[in-house]
């Protein structure tokens, strides 16, 4: 019966798979289309699987070696059970594969009882529901394969596979690997929690990013791939009616590939853990907002979902269809506007999902239709868009007032000079008095290593950072434009800021648009100057120091070492905040959120500072304008805020006093931090 059976039921669900498989690649396919290299990334996605997704994966080591025991032993004993009740084999060969299946199975009933244990007790940020019963589904198609393993090597005894007994255990095998593979094989294709194996692997191979994938050649060259720059908007669109939209309005107006990565969702909620909005009490979380976009396509309610809701919003209430849309002012639509305004685009989502799935990207492109076709940019978000319009800076002041702070200082501009080593961004700080204190002491720190550099000036416009993040790429690109068309008059090596979000931008987006630089953050360019013995510092007196790490500078780009050294070449020990390095909580000052103020139930930077306040630390080190104004903004906090360059100018061993105003004193709100 078994001999005669399973091949059908194998055959059976593969087809049945395989049609399941056919039909979700059409809805994918209703999506925008865009540009992927299908065969290459075919023949790539067992490495991105096996190296980048695992290498996510393994920051939870136990888990890690649970589903590679669960997924391998699954994929192995499937595999391995097609092919020896398929083919006829020589007997020496099905031995062997014998041996091999029963090895798989072994392997994957291990690790889908470790599931199981998991689920018994599951964290908050795993999703319920259909989840709860795949424990079971494991256990019984890997104890199934494990029987037949046994059967296929002869290692039953003759009386159990015999007579009215071998009937019953061939009954029971096949009812255990037809519930199995229903769940495992057919509910891959089909909807149910094993979609995401399908759906995940396709992914990896048409990821939108696939420059975010290792190589060889990245391995041997010891480079870590990182794409973070937001995708450029054609604004060239024909405005008729029947024209795209600018932006995603329905859930068909996100491109192909983007709706296969929404379908990888594993709902492990790793995403949810580590939102900064989500913590606060926002209305956000960002493993609903996926799970939302799926709903999107198939047309349903979310009632469904088993998972955390979006702080304040119960599950139930919200609704999509495939060409409607998915934000509507009345609500009741797929989306409420403020989940997607309370994104800080701080990318913690992102690094964490092992499905490599992108969220901000999402995010962004729906927030481009609300701005660019509906201009219902929330809070501030109006008024900050007209200022960038009207003065090409976010706080509405005069251009020609950009330099006021540096009155005393006869900064060297590039208008005069045409050419030196280093420009010298300033970025929108320089309309900020705190901010100012920040520059005054960069600029002491280039003059005391010597360094030819000089500034914009009043040429210098916004980097257009908070209003892409806003959604208005119009004006992104306008004004990138702009600073592109003014930085081709002059010749320089290397452009330094202080700003992680003009440093991105710049460094990474503007590239794009036809501008191709050499960008550092000064915490970088301030690391180089040590190392090149072009600094002298005192060693540190004060208290005890922690350091935050700007999202920009290094979830975005890589940066958490440069900052650290400089910090021990001034001889303090950090006191690191559990939360540091690529898993630093946000500061809640990215994406405009300071500007569309969604309200929460507690706000993100006080947040931060309790986990500086943890360390015992009597001083914060930061690397961002944004990050001091966010955390100085902080209500009896405990420790004080100081910037990285400001550290090193108090710490300057001087050998001779400079002439003229060349180290000018601060004004009295800049103040030196007492060692």
């Known amino acids: 019966m078994l001999s005669t059976i399973l091949p059908m039921l194998i055959l059976s669900l593969l087809a049945l798979a395989l049609v399941g498989g056919l039909r979700r690649a059409a809805l ?27 290498h996510v994966v393994a920051r939870d080591k136990a888990f890690a070696n649970t589903h590679v025991a669960t997924a391998g032993g699954f994929v192995a004993a499937m595999v391995l059970m097609s092919v020896i009740v398929l083919l006829p084999l020589p007997t020496a060969l099905e031995a062997v594969l014998g041996v091999l299946m ?48 046994l059967t296929t090597l002869n290692l039953l005894p003759q009386g159990l596979v015999s007579g009215v007994l071998g009937w019953l255990l061939a009954a029971i095998l096949l009812v255990g690997l037809t519930l199995g593979m229903a769940e495992l094989v057919f509910g891959m294709t089909w909807g149910g929690p094993m979609k995401h194996a399908f759906a995940g692997a396709l992914h990896l191979a048409f990821h939108r990013r696939s420059e975010r994938f290792s190589t060889k050649a990245s391995e041997r060259a010891g ?32 491109t192909w590939n983007q709706r296969l990565g929404f379908d990888a969702c594993v709902q492990c909620g790793r995403c949810e853990a580590v939102c900064p909005a989500f913590a606060a009490g926002q209305p956000l979380n960002p493993k609903k907002l996926i799970q939302d976009m799926v709903l999107g396509m198939t047309g349903a309610s979310d009632a469904g979902y088993a998972g955390s809701a979006y702080p304040g919003k119960p599950v139930g209430e919200h609704r999509g269809e495939p060409k409607g849309p998915i934000v509507v002012e009345a609500g009741g639509a797929l989306l409420d506007a403020e989940t997607l305004w309370s994104c800080t685009t701080c990318r913690a989502c992102v690094e964490e999902c092992p499905m ?49 702070w540096a009155a005393d200082l006869n900064l060297p501009v590039m208008r005069d000079l045409g050419q030196v080593d280093v420009l010298l961004w300033l970025g929108d700080g320089a309309f900020d008095m705190r901010n100012q204190c920040t520059l005054r002491a960069l600029v002491k720190v280039l003059r005391a290593a010597d360094v030819d550099f000089a500034v914009l000036g009043d040429e210098e416009r916004d980097s257009g950072d908070v209003a892409r993040r806003l959604g208005d790429e119009a004006t992104f690109q306008r004004l990138a434009k702009a600073n592109i068309a003014t930085l081709a008059r002059y010749r320089f090596q290397t452009i330094v800021t202080c700003d992680p979000h003009s440093f991105h931008v710049i460094g ?11 960008v550092r953050h000064h915490s970088t360019f301030i690391d180089e100057l040590l190392v090149a013995d072009r600094l002298r510092l005192s060693a540190w007196k004060g208290g005890s120091v922690t350091y935050h790490d700007p999202c920009y500078l290094g979830r975005y780009n890589g940066e958490y070492e440069a900052p650290r050294r400089v910090l021990a070449a001034l001889g303090i020990t950090l006191k690191d905040m559990q939360r540091s390095g690529f898993r630093s909580r946000c500061c809640g000052g990215g994406g405009g959120a300071p500007i569309t103020d969604v309200p929460g139930e507690r706000r993100i930077p006080d947040m931060r500072m309790a986990d500086v306040a943890e360390t015992g630390a009597e001083l914060v080190a930061v690397g961002c304008p944004q990050c001091t104004a966010m955390l100085e903004g902080v209500v009896d906090a405990s420790a004080e805020v100081r910037d990285i360059a400001e550290l090193v100018a108090n710490a300057l061993v001087m050998e001779a006093p400079e002439p003229g105003p060349s180290v000018a004193p601060s004004p009295a709100m800049c103040e030196e931090v007492s060692q």
């Open 508 to 518: 990474n987006e503007y590239g794009a648009l036809g501008g191709e630089y050499r």
């Open 356 to 404: 490599m799935i992108e969220h901000v990207d999402a995010i962004v492109d729906m927030r481009r239709y609300l701005t660019l076709e509906r201009g219902q940019t929330p809070g501030k978000g109006a008024e900050v868009l007209d200022n960038l319009i009207a003065t090409d800076n976010p706080g509405g002041f005069a251009p020609g007032s950009r330099m006021h």
């Open 28 to 54: 994918w396919r209703r999506g925008r289309p865009a540009k992927v290299a299908m065969i290459a990334g075919l023949a790539a996605m067992p490495r991105r699987y096996l190296v980048d997704l695992h």
């Open 223 to 254: 480079k870590t791939p990182r794409s973070t720059a937001l995708k450029a908007l054609d604004l060239d669109l024909d405005a008729g009616v029947g024209a795209p939209s600018l932006g995603v309005a329905t859930p068909e107006d996100f």
């Open 102 to 149: 029963l090895a798989a199975s072994a392997a994957m009933f291990i690790g889908a009882r470790l599931v199981a244990r998991r689920r018994r007790h599951p964290p908050a940020r795993l999703s319920r529901g259909p989840w709860m019963r795949l424990p079971r589904s494991l256990q019984v198609f890997s104890a199934s394969v494990f029987v037949l393993s």
